[in-house]
C-alpha cells in the first residue's frame, strides 16, 4: 500500500506564529484530505485536496502530486489550532490504499 | 444538518466480552468507514459499508465485524474482545465513498472510546 509520511511529528509554537506542517507519499492518489483532531478526540474535514490550493480563514494547503507531497499552512496560529493535524489518501486498489499519516501533534502556547 | 453520531461515547468491558458501535451518519450519505485510532499504530481503516454492503475491509482479523441498515446506518461488532482492542473507534460517512468518487469528503463522528480490561 501506499507510505505515507508527515512532518514534523511534533511543534510547539507561540500564538500568533505561523506554520508549515508537511505530508509526502509514495504514490500518485485520487483523494488527499488534511484533517484536524481536537482534545477531544473528533476529526474536523479541513481540505479536500488531492492537487492544487485552496485557503479558508487561516489556513491555506496546496499539493503537489507530480512531486507527491501535501503542505498545510496555518498562519497567525491560536490555542484552538492545537491538536493533532492528519493527512488522509486514497492511491487506490481498495482497502490496501486508503492510509492515514501518522500525525503532527501541534502546540500552540498563549 | 446533523453531523454524524456514534454511541456509546464510552465503553467498558472485560476480556473475551463482545461490543457492539453504532454509527448513524449525515443525513443522504451512504457510505460508512470505520478506523481503529491507537497510540501506537494511529489510524487504520477497519471496513467501508455502502447500500448495506462491504465493500472493503482492512487487515483486522475476523472478530471485527459490522453491517449497515437500509437507513445507512452501521454498526461495528467485535467480539471476544482482547486488550488490545482498547482504542478510539471512529466512524466517517460520504456520500458514495473515497475510494467510489470524486470530490468525496470524509465526516467523522466523536468516536467511541472502549477500554478492555
Known amino acids: 500500500g501506499i507510505q505515507v509520511e508527515q512532518s514534523p511529528p511534533d511543534l510547539i509554537l507561540q500564538e500568533g506564529a505561523n506554520s508549515t506542517l508537511r505530508c509526502n507519499f509514495s504514490?500518485?492518489?485520487?483523494?488527499l484530505q488534511w484533517f484536524h483532531q481536537n482534545p477531544w478526540g473528533q476529526l474536523i474535514n479541513l481540505f479536500y485536496?488531492?492537487?492544487g490550493t485552496k485557503q479558508n480563514g487561516r489556513l491555506s494547503a496546496t499539493t503537489v502530486a507530480t512531486e507527491r507531497y501535501s503542505l498545510l499552512y496555518i498562519s497567525s496560529s491560536q490555542t484552538t489550532d492545537s491538536g493533532v493535524y492528519f493527512c488522509?489518501?486514497?492511491?487506490?486498489?481498495?482497502?490496501?490504499?486508503?492510509?492515514f499519516g501518522k500525525g503532527t501533534h501541534l502546540i500552540i502556547q498563549p | 444538518k446533523a453531523g454524524v453520531t456514534q454511541t456509546p461515547r464510552y465503553l467498558i468491558k472485560t476480556r473475551g466480552q463482545q461490543v457492539t458501535l453504532s454509527c448513524s451518519p449525515i443525513?443522504?450519505?451512504?457510505?460508512v468507514s470505520w478506523y481503529q485510532q491507537t497510540p501506537g499504530q494511529g489510524l487504520q481503516f477497519l471496513f467501508e459499508?455502502?447500500?448495506?454492503?462491504?465493500?472493503n475491509k482492512g487487515n483486522f482479523p475476523g472478530r471485527f465485524s459490522g453491517r449497515q441498515f437500509s437507513n445507512s446506518r452501521s454498526e461495528m461488532n467485535v467480539s471476544t474482545l482482547e486488550l488490545g482492542d482498547s482504542a478510539l473507534y471512529l466512524c466517517?460517512?460520504?456520500?458514495?465513498?473515497?475510494?467510489?468518487?470524486?470530490?468525496?469528503?470524509?465526516?467523522f463522528g466523536s468516536g467511541t472510546q472502549l477500554s478492555v480490561l
Open positions: 466517517a460517512s460520504s456520500l458514495f465513498g473515497t475510494a467510489y468518487a470524486t470530490n468525496e469528503k470524509l465526516f
Open positions: 504514490d500518485s492518489v485520487n483523494n
Open positions: 485536496i488531492p492537487s
Open positions: 488522509f489518501m486514497y492511491s487506490g486498489g481498495g482497502a490496501d490504499g486508503l492510509t
Open positions: 443525513s443522504g450519505h451512504r457510505s
Open positions: 459499508y455502502f447500500s448495506e454492503t462491504q465493500r
